[in-house]
């Protein structure tokens, strides 16, 4: 079965300012599918950006990155430039090579930009 | 933009009720999916379908039906509701492998079962 695990339950931070969010992941399968979302205080769930498992490079969109490293089962996901609305709970999500295309979940990080 | 629509947005339910959950999707989407999400955890999957007629038990499926009528619609259904069923629930949709690599979700439904 597979795991998704966020150690972290909240994180503040200071806008304008860099944020990681760990995110440690267990699967047998030999590809997979990683995702983060994000979650707004009005319970909307978002797509914010997907790493697939055969592709070296750490995917990028906008101020998001990822940081991947497969040896470790790992996958951070990197906010730059973090703005007071980037403050919402964001999850990290897997999914294993099958054409189910369930997603298994962590259990989320809040994450707070002050001023 | 893909449009996932749940109602109610609300539902409060008395012990031993019948109670449904409707979800519907707009853009064709063959997989459709029920998830559920208790204070300070993630989503947990409950039943999913692979397109009109099929639903299959996900991770958590105990004390919960479900029906895919047709490619737009996907019910939950809780036969007997019990207050340990009282959570968010959020319904998705999407076709992997045709371009659309995430899943697209509802707004969610609050059930309250007292």
């Known amino acids: 079965a597979q795991k998704v695990t966020q150690t972290q339950t909240s994180i503040s931070v200071v806008e304008k300012t860099t944020v990681t969010m760990d995110c440690v992941y267990e699967?047998?399968?030999?590809?997979?599918?990683l995702f983060w979302y994000k979650q707004t205080a009005s319970g909307e769930i978002v797509f914010l950006i997907r790493q697939d498992s055969y592709k070296k490079e750490n995917a990028t969109v906008g101020h998001y990155s990822l940081n991947f490293q497969k040896p470790k089962s790992s996958i951070g996901l990197i906010i730059t430039a973090t703005q007071i609305e980037d403050s919402a709970v964001y999850f990290c999500?897997?999914?294993?090579?099958?054409?189910?295309?369930?997603?298994?979940f962590g259990d989320g990080t809040v994450l707070t930009v002050k001023p | 933009e893909a449009a996932v629509t749940q109602s109610p947005r609300n539902k409060v339910a008395v012990t031993g009720g019948k109670v449904t959950l409707s979800c519907n999707q707009t853009?064709?989407?063959?997989?459709m999916y029920w998830y559920r999400q208790d204070t300070g955890h993630g989503l947990r999957l409950i039943h999913y379908?692979?397109?009109?007629?099929s639903t299959e038990k996900g991770d958590i499926p105990d004390g919960y039906k479900a029906s895919r009528p047709s490619q737009e619609n996907f019910s939950l259904i809780l036969e007997l509701a019990t207050p340990s069923q009282t959570s968010v629930y959020f319904c998705?949709?999407?076709?992997w492998g045709r371009g659309q690599n995430t899943l697209y979700f509802g707004a969610g439904t609050r059930l309250s079962v007292l």
């Open positions: 699967t047998r399968d030999s590809s997979y599918f």
């Open positions: 853009n064709n989407h063959n997989n």
């Open positions: 379908s692979y397109g009109a007629g």
């Open positions: 999500a897997m999914r294993g090579d099958t054409n189910t295309g369930k997603l298994t």
């Open positions: 998705a949709s999407g076709d």
